[in-house]
T-cell receptor, first 113, second 111 residues
Framework: DGGITQSPKYLFRKEGQNVTLSCEQN?????MYWYRQDPGQGLRLIYY???????QKGDIAEGYSVSREKKESFPLTVTSAQKNPTAFYLC????????????FGPGTRLTVT | RKEVEQDPGPFNVPEGATVAFNCTYS??????FFWYRQDCRKEPKLLMS???SGNEDGRFTAQLNRASQYISLLIRDSKLSDSATYLC????????????FGTGTRLKVLA
């Protein structure tokens, strides 16, 4: 079964702690993306990667970091520098960077108190 | 002006009704267009891509009007299970390809 997995589904952290969200895909897609979704807002792009060992900042990259050491994996770290980290985080992939359909993982709901 | 705009709704329609949503976009360089469905607290799922010639998938029909810069989604014979938020997504090449998401239109199909 091809798809995108994210773990965990729910994550609770205290302020000041870094936390890493997992994203894995077995679709053989080159491009991967991280978004956050807040109530009443459209998805906002955090980081994206079009190839292994390369990634670019999106619109709201401050306080986040990523790595792309394997084609299948694109983990996101939410650092203590992120001012409002509580959100629904969605990972997506596409066959390549370009005008292609994106497919989403089930998301991780992060709550920081 | 937002790059992609949708009426947030909710659109409350009875089962069996036909309902249509529009989505306007501001960048004339936009390359590709999509409708996604998102259920409450779940991820967006691709419903259909929108082609210049329009496309149909069962009860769903999508149209693109480049001159007026909008896309539409028509749902015929609405089912209770169609209740969800419908996201309009536009892919634009502005130096690099970027997806712009609308905030969604909420549909409630009533028994």
């Amino acid at each position: 079964d091809g798809g995108i997995t994210q773990s965990p589904k729910y994550l609770f952290r205290k302020e000041g702690q870094n936390v890493t969200l997992s994203c894995e895909q077995n679709l053989n897609h080159d491009a991967m993306y991280w978004y956050r979704q807040d109530p009443g807002q459209g998805l906002r792009l955090i980081y994206y990667s079009q190839i292994v060992n390369d990634f670019q900042k999106g619109d709201i990259a401050e306080g986040y970091s990523v790595s792309r050491e394997k084609k299948e994996s694109f983990p996101l770290t939410v650092t203590s520098a992120q001012k409002n980290p509580t959100a629904f985080y969605l990972c997506a992939s596409a066959v390549a960077l370009g005008p292609y359909e994106q497919y989403f993982g089930p998301g991780t709901r992060l709550t920081v108190t | 002006r937002k790059e992609v705009e949708q009426d947030p709704g909710p659109f409350n329609v009875p089962e069996g009704a036909t309902v249509a949503f529009n989505c306007t976009y501001s960048n004339s360089a936009s390359q590709s267009f999509f409708w996604y469905r998102q259920d409450c607290r779940k991820e967006p799922k691709l419903l259909m891509s929108v082609y210049s010639s329009g496309n149909e998938d069962g009860r769903f029909t999508a149209q693109l009007n480049r001159a007026s810069q909008y896309i539409s989604l028509l749902i015929r014979d609405s089912k209770l299970s169609d209740s969800a938020t419908y996201l309009c997504v536009v892919n634009t090449d502005s130096g690099t390809y970027k997806y712009i998401f609308g905030t969604g239109t909420r549909l409630k199909v009533l028994a």
